[in-house]
């Protein structure tokens, strides 16, 4: 099977680092005569920024290859692969940005906090990023790269 890579939309990220931006510049600009704004909502601000260009200078990459998939750049730094067979599928979130996995129950490399992501948000797993896709096109692209991988075993 050839090796897919999906890579993170720097369009999308550029208008996210964008957003946060203004958000500084508007807390910044606000009049505050008496000094009560909390200045951690500058910050909050900043920091979004401050990834959001991470993210522009190293957009996120989904590998997908015979054995699995894998997410590199960004925040991450060592990439680490989930086997198809560990995955029962995926499917978008009402989270925006993220797409949804549920482990099979056999997997033995379940991670302890997948019991507190499904609770929280519907899923074991999840992949988020600024994809040049909708999460419903990303999550059928996914789902048919893992069937054909399943099926050529």
């Not at 991670?111 to 419903?136: E, F, H, M, Q, Y």
Request: charge should be positive; hydrophobic fraction near 45%; include cysteine.
């Amino acid at each position: 099977m050839e090796v897919v890579q999906i890579v993170e939309s720097r369009g999308k990220v550029l208008l996210m680092l964008a957003g946060a931006l203004v958000f500084v510049a508007i807390y910044t600009l606000l009049p505050d005569p008496n000094h009560q704004l909390p200045r951690s909502g500058g910050w909050f601000f900043g920091l979004g920024a401050a990834v959001s260009l991470v993210l522009l200078l190293r957009p996120r990459k989904l590998t997908l290859n015979s054995n699995g998939f894998s997410l590199s750049g960004g925040l991450v730094r060592k990439p680490k692969t989930i086997v198809w067979g560990d995955v029962t599928g995926f499917f978008p979130l009402s989270i925006p940005n993220m797409i949804g996995f549920n482990y099979s129950p056999d997997t033995k490399d379940k991670p302890r906090i997948a019991r507190v992501s499904k609770r929280l948000a519907g899923a074991d797993g999840g992949i988020s990023g600024a994809w040049p896709c909708s999460n419903a096109d990303l999550a059928n692209q996914l789902n048919a790269y893992r069937e054909r991988a399943l099926t050529r075993r």
